[in-house]
């Protein structure tokens, strides 16, 4: 079982995501316990201040450091990983979130306000950002770190296969899915996966997945180990590129 704790000033944001989908249940199956814990129960002034202002002046509050670490020293145990949800941190991946899944204990420490005093850091062992964008605290990358590393963990997720087939699994996107209707407003599921050839479908699918991540995410494909097949692959996609673009019909989205 995995243990999770969350250091937050807004306990409240976790309370429905938490007890929905893969989580609620992976909860209720003792495979993770969550806890959230509210900053202002470790401070020691009677207004339970957990922010101050910047030394050398400028705008905004900055978060103080005695409540964090007298969270972070109360939560602590010898193989806690103890993250500290920032902008300027480590871009969080896949290979983090499995990382993760495989620790026994994550403490997960929430910023607001214009940032965490300097020497917060000093008792951290990472420091994670969700990407290059402003949010207003720690508590939605919080959200997305715990909802990626509980789907992996064993017995979390319904399907073990679906896990293996998700986008950046294997280092590159997922192809494209289908369902019924057959024929939706004249937007036709392709007849391969509807032949019963397993091998085409399998082929197909990793042809699309390949394509997929070549049009919208080709530095994956740097990072990845590819195949002889996946090679093979990609020079044909890169030919029906060329040829579409010859003839007009290439389509930036697809």
Not at 63 to 82: G, T, W
Not at 217 to 223: F, G, I, T, V, W
Request: aromatic share 8%.
């Amino acid at each position: 079982m995995i243990k999770i704790d969350i250091i937050t000033i807004f306990p409240e944001m976790f309370e429905g995501p938490f007890n929905v989908s893969i989580i609620k249940r992976a909860k209720e199956k003792g495979l993770v316990n969550i806890s959230i814990h509210n900053l202002r129960d470790y401070t020691t002034d009677k207004h339970r201040s957990v922010d101050d202002y910047p030394y050398g002046g400028g705008s905004g509050m900055v978060m103080k450091p005695e409540p964090i670490f007298r969270a972070v020293r109360a939560l602590k145990k010898e193989d806690s990983e103890v993250i500290l949800l920032s902008p300027s941190g480590d871009l969080f991946n896949q290979k983090m979130a499995e990382e993760f899944a495989q620790k026994s204990h994550l403490i997960l420490i929430c910023g607001r306000y214009e940032g965490i005093d300097e020497r917060v850091k000093t008792i951290i062992t990472r420091e994670i950002s969700i990407g290059d964008y402003v949010l207003s605290g720690g508590e939605i990358p919080a959200m997305v770190i715990v909802d990626a590393v509980v789907r992996l963990i064993p017995g979390a997720v319904g399907d073990p296969n679906s896990l293996r087939e998700e986008s950046f699994q294997w280092g590159i996107l997922e192809y494209p899915h289908y369902t019924h209707p057959r024929d939706f407003e004249g937007l036709k599921v392709p007849e391969v996966l509807l032949s019963g050839d397993h091998e085409k479908i399998r082929r197909w699918r990793r042809k699309e997945a390949l394509r997929r991540t070549l049009l919208r995410r080709p530095d994956l494909l740097q990072k990845t180990r590819l195949s002889k097949e996946d090679f093979s692959l990609l020079e044909e996609i890169k030919r029906e590129l060329r040829e579409e673009v010859k003839n007009g019909s290439y389509n930036s989205e697809s």
